[in-house]
């Protein structure tokens, strides 16, 4: 099984402002096409409401995270915190609230693929099938299938040639 259901960025330290931006944006975008695709699954209405993906950028050892949701017919991405590795054992209570933000990740992607598994493996099955179904029969009207019977009869033919042998062959004879 190989489902998306996040999209995340690495960058190094020395990239710019704009460069980093413009990473953010096209991430940002990534995890709404994943939303989307997500969406046509056959994810029951209970779980559809719930939807939402989940992405991180980092640079270096910075890094935030950002959420895609369905509202009504927009797509809002929104900020769900800033994750630090800290350099030093005095900003280690930085790290506690990277580890909850990670937690918070770890659970999403449980979450979303207890919802996504079951739709996927539907939709997989859904496709198998398609290929073996027949097309709709077209209507048929109630007028008789068989209209007549093909009936053999053994018919007597002369050879020109010969007059005294006759022979037999058979004809189909439609009654």
Request: charged share 25%; net charge positive.
């Amino acid at each position: 099984m190989n489902i998306e259901l996040s999209s995340s960025e690495w960058k190094k330290d020395s990239t710019s402002p704009g460069l980093g931006k413009q990473q953010q944006v096209k991430n940002i975008r990534t995890n709404k096409a994943i939303l989307k695709a997500l969406e046509k699954m056959g994810i029951g209405n209970d779980e559809y409401d719930k939807l939402f993906v989940l992405g991180v950028d980092w640079i270096r050892q910075n890094g935030y995270m950002t959420g895609v949701r369905r509202v009504d017919r927009a797509y809002c991405a929104y900020h769900m915190g800033d994750m630090m590795v800290p350099p030093t054992l005095n900003n280690l209570k930085d790290f506690k609230s990277m580890l909850d933000l990670l937690y918070q990740y770890k659970h999403y992607l449980l979450y979303m693929a207890k919802i996504v598994e079951p739709a996927f493996y539907q939709e997989a099955a859904k496709k198998k099938l398609y290929s073996y179904q027949l097309p709709p029969s077209p209507k048929r009207s109630c007028s008789p299938d068989t209209l007549f019977t093909p009936v053999k009869k053994k018919t007597q033919r002369t050879d020109a040639n010969d007059n005294e042998h006759d022979s037999t062959s058979d004809v189909d004879d439609y009654n």
